[in-house]
């Protein structure tokens, strides 16, 4: 049995349990050079406990699970992390701004999975601009939490197209799903769906 990383939010997310959403969205113009300073810390703190997490977690056949539920393995140290936060904020603000601390998340570790949720659908994008993420997972949600599946098959494909495993969880219909396989390449994708019986997103 493997011992996965326990939920780990990510800078972005950290940051905003600490001092509000609304708080932190002030910071970012009103005083930037604190809001710098206190993303710096809440990057380092990320990484500090990430890094010890993993001191103290066996590997499993030389390698170690982002996160159990999604049955993954890497042959590396690894690391989960995410911004949900980051809705409440343009893709270019998050490109300008915050993108950079995510940015070290990632490269302190060999290998990253960033776990995102259909509200940050308009995101995904950006997210895969980070160079040393290796994969992406996206929550399928209905709405009003998100937009149907293939709506999002544009935003799926770019993220493939630059290079980046695509892992989409969550409940989908049978004829979603057959889209998905029919719309996507299939190197580095992977699923881990229910399928729905009601076909309607009412």
């Known amino acids: 049995m493997g011992v996965a990383q326990p939920l780990f939010r990510g800078p972005f997310d950290v940051a905003t349990a600490a001092i509000g959403a609304a708080e932190l969205c002030l910071e970012?113009?009103?005083?930037?050079?604190?809001?710098?300073?206190?993303?710096?810390?809440?990057?380092?703190?990320?990484?500090?406990?990430?890094?010890?997490?993993?001191?103290?977690?066996?590997?499993?056949?030389?390698?170690?699970?982002p996160f159990m539920p999604w049955g993954l393995w890497a042959p590396g140290p690894t690391v989960r992390y995410q911004a949900d936060n980051s809705y409440m904020i343009s893709p270019r603000m998050y490109r300008d701004r915050f993108m950079h601390f995510d940015r070290r998340v990632a490269r302190a570790f060999e290998y990253s999975a960033f776990a995102t949720h259909t509200t940050q659908a308009a995101h995904l994008p950006v997210y895969a601009e980070i160079p040393e993420l290796r994969a992406i997972e996206m929550t399928i949600e209905r709405p009003p939490f998100g937009r149907p599946p293939l709506e999002l098959l544009p935003q799926f494909c770019e993220v493939q197209a630059m290079g980046k495993?695509?892992?989409?969880?969550?409940?989908?219909?049978?004829?979603?799903?057959?889209?998905?396989?029919?719309?996507?390449s299939p190197r580095g994708l992977a699923f881990r769906v229910r399928i729905r019986e009601d076909e309607g997103w009412d």
């Open 28 to 65: 970012v113009t009103d005083r930037p050079k604190e809001f710098e300073g206190f993303m710096e810390y809440c990057t380092d703190l990320y990484v500090d406990v990430a890094r010890c997490r993993l001191e103290e977690t066996p590997p499993f056949a030389g390698g170690y699970f």
């Open 165 to 184: 495993a695509l892992m989409l969880t969550g409940a989908v219909t049978r004829a979603e799903l057959d889209g998905l396989l029919d719309g996507l």
